[in-house]
């Protein structure tokens, strides 16, 4: 059982993860969300405060994110209209079982909301921000990700790695760190860097066997802190490490974050195209610009005898990519080379820069970095 002060300290960091559709602030910072209390083990209770003008989805959006939490079973919301009370909408500080939050706080009311609803900001510093995704697991994302920011660093480009795979954080094993980032007094949270390039990953603030089981609302906060609250300093390419499928994590990003395109990296089996198919229409709903398509292990190439099998049968990438309406930026052969390097926390294109995967990798982060430049200014290398 959550003990009752950590149960609401949750519910508020979930409740910090809802942006109010109009000021663009949290439900917690904009003062919508207050007087939080633990009624009875797992029984919440909290006013919504509301503007006249609110959309009425406000409350519903608060009610899903306390239930989204751990602990909880049920979730009572007051509905309160500005004016009502003066001086209840106050910022949200947590507090324990049977008190209510905002009791004895001396902070003024937040603003009321504003007029403009939120827009998708650009990460201070970054040039360009791109969404590596696939619609099934088991494809090979997180290696083309993890090699394809090798590579840019290798070519002289500044760049970093955000593992936004928060269910199964891959990027501290393949690159073979596993510190903890310095978080500086202002609250700024240093990335780690290996090989040239900057990385963020809950897998660094999790030990390696603790499962993360998140719901919606977590998933949206903790992808707004490694946008927001990491010092990414100057990039050139922030690549994005997404989790498979087209759900919370995908969403979020695009909400938060001025994003430039995605990829979508694929194999060569029709069960995986047409699940990345619908990831594709996905970012197109979104207005996301799809950059291309990239085919990982297509075809396993014998390091003895040199021979070419196709394992998971050849061509889907292509197929999916004029199917889609979309360019092909490449394959990727399934080889042994991949695997040592994943396995020793060292990517490919650092490892074995010469082996047909390596190969293919630097010239897939070339390709990359054209698409890129036709659609605007080109990145210089330092």
């Not at 919440?44 to 405060?49: A, Y």
């Not at 090798?150 to 094993?173: Q, S």
């Not at 207005?287 to 070419?308: A, T």
């Not at 292509?318 to 990517?347: C, H, Q």
Request: glycine share 12%; with cysteine; net charge negative.
């Amino acid at each position: 059982m959550v003990e009752g002060r950590d149960l609401l300290e949750a519910i508020v960091e979930a409740l910090r993860s809802v942006v109010h559709p109009r000021s663009g602030q949290d439900l917690v910072t904009s003062g919508s969300v207050t007087e939080l209390k633990l009624d009875t083990p797992g029984r919440v209770s909290f006013v919504v405060v509301t503007q006249p003008d609110d959309p009425s989805e406000i409350v519903d959006m608060a009610r899903k994110a306390a239930e989204s939490v751990r602990g909880v079973e049920s979730v009572r919301v007051e509905v309160r209209r500005q004016g009502a009370r003066p001086g209840t909408a106050r910022p949200l500080p947590v507090v324990g079982q049977g008190t209510t939050a905002g009791e004895g706080s001396e902070r003024p009311a937040s603003p009321p909301p504003g007029s403009a609803p939120p827009q998708p900001q650009a990460v201070p510093g970054v040039r360009h921000v791109v969404a590596i995704s696939s619609g099934k697991g088991g494809v090979g994302k997180s290696t083309v990700a993890t090699n394809l920011a090798a590579a840019l660093a290798e070519r002289g480009y500044k760049v970093g790695l955000m593992d936004a795979d928060v269910y199964g954080p891959d990027v501290p094993m393949m690159f073979g760190v596993y510190s903890r980032p310095r978080v500086t007094p202002d609250e700024r949270v240093l990335p780690l860097e290996a090989y040239g390039v900057k990385l963020m990953s809950i897998g660094f603030l999790l030990d390696a066997d603790t499962p993360a089981i998140w719901r919606g609302p977590i998933v949206m906060g903790i992808i707004r802190q490694f946008l927001q609250q990491v010092e990414w300093g100057e990039l050139d390419y922030l690549l994005v490490d997404m989790p498979p499928g087209t759900g919370d994590a995908q969403l979020s990003l695009v909400q938060l974050a001025k994003v430039d395109g995605a990829l979508m990296v694929t194999t060569p089996q029709a069960l995986a195209t047409a699940d990345v198919l619908k990831g594709i229409k996905m970012f197109e709903r979104v207005e996301v610009r799809v950059l291309g398509v990239i085919e990982n292990m297509s075809g396993f190439i014998c390091p003895r005898c040199g021979q070419r099998t196709e394992v998971f049968g050849s061509g889907g990438g292509r197929k999916l990519a004029a199917t889609a309406g979309v360019p092909f930026l490449g394959e990727v052969p399934l080889g042994e080379a991949v695997v040592a390097a994943s396995d020793t926390g060292s990517p490919t294109v650092i490892a074995a820069p010469d082996s047909p995967e390596g190969k293919a990798f630097l010239q897939l982060a070339d390709k990359l970095a054209a698409v890129l430049e036709a659609a605007g200014a080109e990145a210089p290398r330092s």
